[in-house]
């Protein structure tokens, strides 16, 4: 089995700035891709930002500029690094991957998330 590991929510202020972190563990042999998704209250899941293992990115356009993501391949772990945060960046924050166990299967993984609040 795999998982995934969220560390970094908190709160802060319109303007701020926080570092969201997510550890893969277990019996990981490959990781695909790597992303963070949120979901905010009453709304669907959405994906905010994507790497691929060649450390290829894209994001969503509400957080174009001011997010950014990276990964570290030698330690199994993504980050989220969020600048300039508004009300509307509230939600909780998922980490997903998509993982190859040394048993040889799939898992499509994610993270039991983390809540980032942003209000005054």
């Known amino acids: 089995q795999v998982q995934l590991v969220e560390s970094g929510g908190g709160s802060v202020q319109p303007g701020g700035s926080l570092r969201l972190s997510c550890a893969a563990s277990?019996?990981?042999?490959?990781?695909?891709?790597m992303a963070w998704y949120r979901q905010s209250s009453g709304k669907q899941r959405e994906l905010v930002a994507q790497?691929?293992?060649?450390?290829?990115?894209s994001y969503s356009d509400a957080v174009k500029g001011r997010f950014t993501i990276s990964r570290d391949n030698t330690k199994n772990t993504v980050t989220l690094q969020m600048n300039s945060l508004q009300p509307e960046d509230a939600a909780v924050y998922f980490c997903?991957?998509?993982?190859?166990?040394?048993?040889?299967?799939?898992?499509?993984?994610w993270g039991q998330g983390t809540q980032v609040t942003v209000s005054e």
């Open positions: 997903n991957a998509y993982i190859r166990a040394w048993t040889g299967t799939w898992f499509d993984s």
């Open positions: 277990g019996s990981v042999f490959i990781i695909n891709t």
């Open positions: 790497i691929t293992s060649e450390g290829i990115t």
